[in-house]
T-cell receptor, first 114, second 111 residues
Framework: EAGVAQSPRYKIIEKRQSVAFWCNPI?????LYWYQQILGQGPKLLIQ????????DSQLPKDRFSAERLKGVDSTLKIQPAKLEDSAVYLC????????????FGSGTQLSVL | RKEVEQDPGPFNVPEGATVAFNCTYS??????FFWYRQDCRKEPKLLMS???SGNEDGRFTAQLNRASQYISLLIRDSKLSDSATYLC????????????FGSGTQLTVLP
């Protein structure tokens, strides 16, 4: 079974630039999550989709972050403009359903904002 | 108070030792509990779910104490390959179905 695919693996940008991350969840998984993990901390949920609808985006900084899940499959997360404090690993995860099930994570995108 | 709190460690233990981690959670309505493992520069992976009655998987035992609002993970006969960060994961708002991760406890098993 193919895992969660993410790209790019690494990204280096200057502050105030824009960046986008892409995620392809495991086939058939209805729920998709984007997490931000700052060095030394646990992953923090940014947004959760159920199919192509948003379930929870309460911790997404909406003035600069946006996300969409086209046709309930792939998803993109965008930051515009980036700030220094956005430097982190952005992890995409998927699960079969919503809620208390096993999350499968992608390898993440390591973002450095200079 | 944080929703999920863990001792960050690091825990440095010799091979073969028994080590235990605790994790406290703030919301008594929490219903689901998990331990995830994260290797250095890798993504988190589910280690085990934590059930009310406690559960065991080989050398790993997880327990839940609802009265004191904490979960624990016990690792017996530590292996070098157990070196990782262990993340406590809680569903803090009961039926709201959001998983919150702790900051993790770092374990290093020494030869």
């Amino acid at each position: 079974e193919a895992g969660v695919a993410q790209s790019p693996r690494y990204k280096i940008i200057e502050k105030r630039q824009s960046v986008a991350f892409w995620c392809n969840p495991i086939s058939g998984h209805a729920t998709l999550y984007w997490y931000q993990q700052i060095l030394g901390q646990g992953p923090k949920l940014l947004i959760q989709f159920q199919n192509n609808g948003v379930v929870d985006d309460s911790q997404l900084p909406k003035d600069r972050f946006s996300a969409e899940r086209l046709k309930g499959v792939d998803s993109t997360l965008k930051i515009q403009p980036a700030k220094l404090e956005d430097s982190a690993v952005y992890l995409c995860a998927s699960s079969r359903g919503q809620g208390n099930e096993k999350l499968f994570f992608g390898s993440g995108t390591q973002l450095s904002v200079l | 108070r944080k929703e999920v709190e863990q001792d960050p460690g690091p825990f440095n233990v010799p091979e073969g030792a028994t080590v235990a981690f605790n994790c406290t959670y703030s919301n008594s309505a929490s219903q689901s509990f998990f331990w995830y493992r994260q290797d250095c520069r890798k993504e988190p992976k589910l280690l085990m779910s934590v059930y009310s009655s406690g559960n065991e998987d080989g050398r790993f035992t997880a327990q839940l104490n609802r009265a004191s609002q904490y979960i624990s993970l016990l690792i017996r006969d530590s292996k070098l390959s157990d070196s990782a960060t262990y993340l406590c994961v809680v569903n803090p708002r009961g039926s709201a179905r959001q998983l919150t991760f702790g900051s993790g406890t770092q374990l290093t098993v020494l030869p």
